[in-house]
């Protein structure tokens, strides 16, 4: 057999063992550490006395400043999630109850309860 005439369209590249996970951080949304979070940037920011913003410098400090508030409130309530191609986020400690009781009894009504609370949150 000689070359082929044929040209290559579409390739299937597996890159599932490539891929890693992400991670960053994360406040959840309503928790008593975003409140926490939000009341530190209340009391934060306005303690930075600005003066009269008239040089460079005086921005550059003022801006550092606000930026310095926010990523020690930021790094003090926020926690580290790890992203992968199977991170919902809708998915809590709820959720994970309901499974575990469903891993622990197979019963049909526990799976059948798992399913309404998911479907509920989705």
Same mark, same amino acid.
């Not at 959840?28 to 003066?51: C, H, M, Q, W, Y």
């Given at each position: 057999?000689?070359?082929?005439? *044929? @040209?290559?369209?579409?390739?299937?590249? @597996?890159?599932?063992?490539? @891929? =890693? &996970?992400? #991670?960053?951080?994360? @406040?959840?949304?309503?928790? +008593? &550490?975003?409140?926490?979070?939000?009341? !530190?940037? %209340?009391?934060?920011?306005?303690?930075?006395?600005?003066?009269?913003?008239?040089? &460079?410098?005086?921005?550059?400090?003022?801006?550092?400043?606000?930026? +310095?508030?926010?990523?020690?409130?930021?790094?003090?309530?926020? *926690? =580290?999630?790890?992203? #992968?191609? *199977?991170?919902?986020?809708?998915? +809590? +400690? =709820?959720?994970? %109850? /309901?499974? /575990?009781?469903?891993?622990?009894?197979?019963? *049909?009504? !526990?799976?059948?309860?798992?399913? %309404?609370?998911?479907?509920? &949150?989705?």
């Amino acid at each position: 057999m000689g070359p082929t005439d *044929h @040209i290559l369209l579409t390739t299937t590249a @597996i890159l599932d063992s490539v @891929i =890693e &996970a992400v #991670t960053r951080r994360s @406040i959840t949304r309503g928790s +008593d &550490a975003e409140k926490t979070f939000i009341n !530190n940037l %209340r009391k934060g920011v306005p303690a930075i006395v600005p003066g009269t913003l008239n040089t &460079a410098a005086v921005i550059d400090q003022v801006a550092q400043a606000l930026a +310095d508030v926010f990523s020690s409130a930021w790094d003090k309530h926020s *926690h =580290e999630v790890c992203i #992968t191609k *199977h991170s919902q986020p809708w998915w +809590d +400690d =709820e959720y994970d %109850r /309901s499974l /575990s009781q469903y891993k622990l009894k197979k019963s *049909h009504k !526990n799976w059948l309860l798992f399913r %309404r609370a998911v479907k509920a &949150a989705k």
